[in-house]
């Protein structure tokens, strides 16, 4: 066999490539045989090497197989890489998988206010990990790595192959499989992700079960109800959505009852943010895609829901949300302490430019404690303001804010489109009385980065 020679004598640089790789391999192989390198790691990193090439052949279904990865995988699965705060986490292997074609298509990235408000955001959150905790450049680097690398890969894939009616779908199947697996939990009285794959990143705060009044809080496979709630009732509006728009009865008759078995998951989870984001989001989505020919499906479509909300425990379970606010059970006093948590935005000594320097606080999480005196901080906005400083809180309450405002466009004229920025607006709105918990703050990253993606294009067919 004879090598492929250029015109000018040299090997082409395909067999040079190829003749690279394998001397590497033959390297990597030969020290993992001598025991210079673990077998496991370099094991997983090869897998990696070769999905990325498959995403780069195929990267529609690697951008969908994506999501359907960050919702359906612990982030408590995750495996430290370098160091403690580079952590392979769902979003992150994701990431990584399809950055190949990401970076072929970054050029195409035109910034819009969205992105500008998403990247301060993350960018003050890791400059203020960065000055004020003592392992700070960790600190900053891993909410970097966490949050921002997906950030980019996303926004950058959407911008040739985002298809708003794939992306609802499969959150739509990714929400029924883990309502079922949701049932399942609150059947037993355990969660099987606990026990498939042994937990290791932040294991002993996520992987455990919660109860209330003796009764278990479903969490799937987010590790926390109130997160896997709000992810739920974003497949609800993406349901709804879907039911609006496809043509045949059959599939609207199917995605009522998926929509209807994720609501009885959410109401499994005890949420109240949950239930009122899926509720409340439903049917200001319905009000925004209705229109004259529309008219009577959406009538049915209310007219269902007002029927199951009347005739199953829906409406029990809606009325006892409201009333559990007050009073002095134990779903009292979990409202009644975020009412205490918003005292932080009160309170001039939390209010800094970068937030607070603590050489004792070794993570974020440890700085809003420390710096609060408050045993957690659900609130995402006072999260933020104590452990990021006003820059950050602003860049929140920026992209907080154009959220809302770009979901008061009540004539879309992409009904699905619609259902994101709406599942977006109401998910911003519950940040007042929850944080960005596990893998639902990367499902939050992604949702930005659609949006922004469609403002994109809005703009290029204007122009």
């Not at 990584?96 to 970076?103: E, Q, T």
């Not at 819009?112 to 990990?129: K, P, S, T």
């Not at 609207?252 to 009885?264: E, F, K, N, P, T």
């Amino acid at each position: 066999m004879s090598l492929a020679v250029a015109p000018g004598g040299a090997v082409s640089s395909g067999w040079a490539a190829r003749a690279g790789v394998s001397v590497l391999a033959a390297l990597i192989a030969f020290a993992v045989a001598l025991g210079r390198l673990p077998l496991v790691p370099v094991l997983a990193l090869a897998v990696l090497v070769l999905v990325a090439v498959v995403a780069l052949r195929f990267p529609r279904p690697g951008l969908y197989a994506a999501v359907a990865l960050i919702a359906l995988v612990p982030i408590y699965w995750g495996r430290p890489t370098l160091g403690r705060s580079l952590v392979a986490v769902p979003a992150t292997v994701a990431a990584l998988a399809l950055i190949l074609p990401a970076l072929t298509l970054i050029r195409d990235v035109r910034p819009q206010a969205l992105d500008a408000w998403y990247v301060a955001f993350i960018g003050f959150l890791a400059l203020a990990g960065f000055l004020n905790v003592s392992h700070g450049t960790g600190a900053g680097l891993g909410i970097l790595w966490r949050y921002l690398l997906p950030y980019v890969v996303w926004r950058a894939l959407s911008v040739r192959w985002l298809n708003f009616r794939a992306l609802l779908w499969v959150l739509v199947a990714a929400g029924c499989v883990l309502s079922g697996l949701a049932m399942e939990e609150r059947a037993t009285g355990s969660n099987p992700f606990f026990t498939w794959v042994r937990p290791v990143y932040q294991a002993d705060q996520w992987a455990r079960s919660n109860y209330r009044n003796g009764v278990i809080r479903t969490e799937g496979s987010f590790g926390e109800p109130i997160s896997f709630g709000l992810f739920l009732a974003v497949c609800v509006i993406a349901a709804v959505a879907l039911v609006v728009t496809v043509k045949q009865l059959q599939l609207q008759l199917v995605l009522l009852g998926a929509a209807a078995v994720m609501m009885v998951a959410i109401v499994d989870t005890q949420s109240r943010a949950a239930l009122g984001v899926a509720v409340v989001g439903s049917a200001v989505y319905l009000l925004r895609v209705f229109s004259p020919r529309r008219a009577a499906r959406i009538v049915v479509i209310g007219a269902i829901a007002v029927a199951a909300v009347v005739m199953t425990p829906l409406a029990g379970e809606i009325q006892h949300a409201i009333s559990s606010q007050q009073g002095t059970s134990l779903e009292a006093a979990s409202a009644q302490y975020r009412l205490t948590v918003l005292d932080v935005l009160e309170r001039p000594s939390s209010y800094s430019l970068i937030g607070h320097r603590n050489d004792q606080a070794t993570g974020v999480s440890d700085l809003g404690v420390i710096q609060s005196g408050l045993k957690s901080l659900d609130n995402e906005y006072a999260y933020v303001l104590v452990t990021g400083g006003v820059l950050t809180f602003g860049a929140l309450l920026g992209l907080a804010l154009t959220l809302i405002i770009g979901s008061l466009r009540i004539a879309d004229p992409d009904p699905l489109s619609a259902a994101v920025s709406t599942a977006m607006a109401t998910v911003a709105v519950a940040l007042l009385v929850v944080a960005l918990l596990t893998q639902f703050a990367d499902i939050f990253g992604i949702g930005v980065a659609v949006l922004a993606t469609q403002a994109q294009r809005r703009k290029a067919v204007a122009s």
